[in-house]
């Protein structure tokens, strides 16, 4: 189950830094539309970790309900959720049409920073659930 976590914490956090990394402009020939293709597959990726995580947190309660990085790490899953959802219906309208050499506004780019953060740190802190779970 733990695999099948990763993979899914793999092919989500990789397609969004695609679309992240263009946003930000560190991929500036691609255009903004063919690397928001990759959506579909990020979100592919979010329900695999949604349905085994899930099966984690109803297998084993007591080990995250009080577990400091678990608590983070739902934080940080939110807080990536609403940034792409800002995305998806402010900013996409106007920085769909940025083709190859051109940038997308500030705010996307800001939201694409955000992105990474936010997915760097759901990482890090599912990585740390087994230090935190006698920590406090």
Request: net charge positive; hydrophobic share 60%; proline share 5%.
């Amino acid at each position: 189950m733990l695999t099948l976590h990763t993979i899914g914490l793999g092919i989500l956090v990789g397609a969004n830094w695609v679309v992240a990394l263009r946003v930000l402009g560190l991929a500036p020939r691609a255009p903004v539309k063919a690397v928001m293709d990759l959506m579909p597959v990020a979100l592919a990726g979010f329900l695999l970790n949604l349905i085994t995580g899930v099966i984690f947190v109803a297998g084993m309660p007591g080990r995250f309900a009080g577990n400091f990085a678990f608590h983070m790490k739902m934080l940080f899953i939110v807080a990536a959720g609403l940034n792409a959802l800002y995305f998806q219906l402010f900013l996409w309208p106007r920085d769909r049409e940025a083709g190859p050499g051109e940038d997308v506004s500030r705010a996307g780019s800001v939201v694409g920073g955000i992105s990474l953060f936010c997915w760097l740190a759901v990482a890090y802190f599912g990585r740390m659930l087994p230090s935190f779970e006698q920590a406090f």
